[in-house]
């Protein structure tokens, strides 16, 4: 983004997404630039254990779809 310093960041997760968070937040990579972060219904024990497959789940799946419904059934 070519930024010169960070902009106020506010990070949100649900779910799993809340665990990504609490994850990322906690290392304070982002420095002051945090305000706070939300987590919204998160699973915490599920969704920690789902983030140690996420990254295969990743790379196996299709750069591109042919249409939304093949990406639909895909998911």
Same mark, same amino acid.
């Given at each position: ?15 799993? /997404? ?26 915490? /024990? ?5 983030? /140690? ?23």
């Amino acid at each position: 983004m070519s930024w010169t310093t960070l902009p106020d960041i506010v990070l949100v997760g649900h779910s799993l /997404g809340g665990a990504v968070v609490v994850d990322f937040a906690s290392r304070a990579l982002l420095g002051a630039a945090v305000l706070g972060y939300a987590v919204l219904d998160v699973v915490e /024990g599920s969704a920690m254990e789902a983030l /140690g497959h996420m990254e295969a789940y990743l790379s196996n799946r299709p750069s591109t779809f042919p249409s939304l419904a093949s990406a639909i059934e895909w998911q």
